[in-house]
């Protein structure tokens, strides 16, 4: 038996995202025990020696304002006057985001800050050597002073600095560790009483007085007072069960940023052939693939930054976007289960909209909420629900393998079958009546009151053609049975990202009807054993006559609706039956200058998504049997 006594460290992490105004800031606080072994002897500053593991605990946190500082010496620098995150991207700073500081004390620059290397550089051209004693050493050669020293020795990135206030990268986790540490107190520090609260060696010599105390919430949202001003949140947990405090953390932030310019404007382009046959209700439609929190990640979009990925930043410019068209009918995809009830419904209901969602069927990523799914919204004043459905396709497959092929989903062929078609991909599908019909009218005698709307995203692995074809099959099959049950020539609209190119056998069942017995993506070669999931083609069929609105509209496809540094292609479609529905118009996409005047690619510090949101108004024609 090991008569050792255990040690462990206690750790505490605390990180924050770049703070934008009006976007909120939430602090992510984790502290953690780790037992440790005779060979680690030395501890970060911010973690501490105990016996015991961490017991548990709460967090409370107060914000601080800092003073406003001076973003870069050099005076024709744009961000010396403005705070706009598009200024402030690595795009707009050449790369780096990193700031830099002169030491070279013979300069004039002599700690100047620059917001980066391009910065100093064009300073470094106006500077001068400032006179000061000089020590002369006599060498053989006689007196001798040492040279001025070069452009790189001049230069001092402030990574892994905290001395100096007009450090401009976000420090992440720095500062104060466990409060027994650096003259804090041990635990047991009565509740309320904040150790080091704004202070030490965070200030880089500016006086305590000069960081303002403004919040004791666990968020935080930056407002105009706070914009080109850094904020410090400091996080203290807790123990749950006597209350003394057990260690505390404080962070500094990058200078706080404005909010966005407005979304640029989508002009809408009127479809010119749409002339004659009654006068129906109009609606604005759209469908956005939204970008889910849990794919924006550095490692797929290394050329955003970290802070333009987090979720609250994107969220506010997704929100305009949507609001700034003012839709009827909005169909958006990778809606975050968890998004959908914090941010997404409660701000569409304040902006007279109510909806419904739809989750995929695979198990969340970790935490309850962290899959995505279809959203379906449409205005209050316009619509209002009559009937909404959903469809699962993991259920859709189950009965294609067990009723159709008659196969045993125990058997080898059965389960392979299953395996391949079982995506965890949904579809949305409701039928909204207008709120305000129509009157009869001598052009309009039999006024169409209701639309069906569907919403998808279905497969997204380029590898997998014959699972997208199926579901889009199984996508309208579902769609055909529903409407001849009402025994009505009712409108739909089939909205959302396809994941197919104009080029794919899916876009070949939508708009033709029929998938040619050529076509590759029916003519697979599965050397890995896979099953053929498919039909004979003379079964890939559906009876819908169906247009696409911006086919129709522009009387091209566009370029592209997914614009990445990896792909730039069309995946998003807005189809229509064009024997009830008609295409007014539509929001031609943005062309890649426009695209990347603010970044590389997809999302950036302008657009939200990787995806582009397609917009059309459209019409009913009268004249059906309802």
Same mark, same amino acid.
């Given at each position: ?25 939430r602090p ?21 020696r ?29 961000r010396?006057?403005s ?7 690595q ?20 700690k ?5 290397s ?10 001068f ?59 047991g ?18 006086e ?15 407002g105009?007072a ?47 052939? +749409? /002339?004659?046959?009654?006068?129906? &209700?109009? %609606? ?6 939204? $970008?889910a *929190?849990? =794919? ?6 290394p ?51 109510e ?12 935490? +309850? /909420?962290?899959?995505?799914g279809? &959203?379906? %919204? ?6 209002? $629900?009559? *009937?909404? =459905?959903s ?24 389960a ?8 965890d ?53 579902? $769609? ?12 739909l ?38 099953p ?59 062309d ?10 997809l ?11 397609l ?12």
């Amino acid at each position: 038996m090991n008569s050792k006594e255990n040690v462990y460290a206690w750790h505490l992490s605390l990180r924050v995202d770049r703070p934008v105004e009006g976007c909120t800031m939430r602090p992510h606080a984790y502290m953690y025990g780790k037992k440790l072994d005779e060979r680690e002897a030395n501890l970060p500053s911010h973690s501490k020696r105990f016996p015991n593991p961490p017991p548990p605990h709460e967090f409370s946190y107060r914000w601080y304002r800092g003073p406003k500082v001076d973003p870069c010496a050099f005076e024709g620098c744009p961000r010396r006057t403005s705070f706009s995150p598009h200024d402030w991207s690595q795009f707009a700073l050449g790369g780096t985001g990193c700031g830099l500081q002169c030491v070279s004390n013979r300069s004039s620059l002599y700690k100047s800050t620059f917001c980066n290397s391009n910065c100093f550089v064009q300073a470094w051209k106006t500077q001068f050597t400032v006179p000061q004693p000089q020590s002369k050493w006599e060498g053989p050669g006689g007196a001798f002073t040492p040279h001025k020293r070069t452009l790189s020795s001049t230069m001092s990135s402030d990574v892994g600095s905290n001395d100096d206030e007009t450090d401009l990268r976000s420090v992440g986790s720095v500062a104060s560790g466990a409060s027994s540490s650096g003259g804090n107190g041990p635990p047991g520090t009565p509740r309320g009483i904040i150790v080091g609260a704004g202070g030490g060696d965070y200030n880089g010599g500016i006086e305590e007085e000069e960081w303002t105390e403004i919040s004791n919430d666990q968020i935080f949202i930056p407002g105009p007072a706070d914009i080109g001003r850094k904020l410090k949140v400091e996080a203290v947990a807790y123990s749950q069960e006597t209350g003394e405090m057990l260690m505390h953390r404080v962070v500094k932030t990058d200078l706080v940023l404005s909010r966005p310019p407005d979304p640029i404007k989508r002009n809408l382009v009127t479809n010119k052939a +749409a /002339g004659g046959g009654g006068g129906g &209700a109009r %609606f604005r439609a759209v469908t956005y693939n939204c $970008l889910a *929190e849990i =794919y924006a990640t550095k490692q797929q979009y290394p050329y955003c930054d970290l802070w333009a990925l987090s979720w609250d930043f994107r969220f506010q410019n997704l929100l305009r976007e949507i609001m700034d068209v003012g839709p009827d009918v909005v169909c958006l995809q990778e809606v975050q289960a968890d998004h959908y009830e914090t941010h997404f419904y409660s701000a569409m209901a304040e902006a007279g909209y109510e909806g419904v969602y739809k989750q995929k069927t695979r198990a969340s990523m970790g935490l +309850a /909420g962290k899959v995505d799914g279809c &959203a379906l %919204f449409w205005r209050r004043q316009k619509f209002h $629900l009559v *009937e909404s =459905y959903s469809i699962e396709f993991n259920e859709l497959a189950q009965r294609q393998v067990t009723q159709v092929m008659g196969l045993n989903i125990r058997s080898e062929e059965g389960a392979a079958t299953l395996n391949r078609l079982s995506r965890d991909n949904v579809a949305q599908l409701v039928v909204l009546e207008l709120v305000q019909p129509p009157s009869l009218s001598r052009s309009n005698r039999d006024p169409m009151n209701q639309v069906c709307i569907a919403n998808t995203h279905l497969y997204s692995n380029k590898d997998f053609p014959d699972v997208k074809l199926w579901q889009s099959w199984q996508l309208l099959q579902e $769609l055909e049975t529903f409407v001849m049950s009402r025994g009505s020539n009712l409108p739909l609209m089939i909205c959302g990202d396809f994941n197919s190119t104009p080029d794919t056998a899916v876009y070949d069942l939508m708009s033709r009807q029929a998938v040619h017995p050529g076509h590759p993506d029916v003519n697979m070669n599965l050397d890995d054993g896979s099953p053929n999931v498919l039909p004979d083609t003379m079964n890939l069929t559906h009876s819908f006559q169906l247009g696409s609105v911006y086919s129709t509209v522009l009387g091209e496809v566009p370029k592209f609706t997914n614009f990445t540094a990896q792909f730039k292609g069309v995946l998003d479609y807005m189809w229509y039956t064009a024997s009830n529905l008609r295409p007014l118009s539509a929001a031609p996409i943005p062309d890649s200058t426009v695209l990347t005047k603010y970044g590389e690619a997809l999302p950036s510090t302008q657009f939200p998504s990787d995806h582009i949101m397609l917009i059309s108004d459209m019409q009913i024609i009268s004249g059906g049997s309802r």
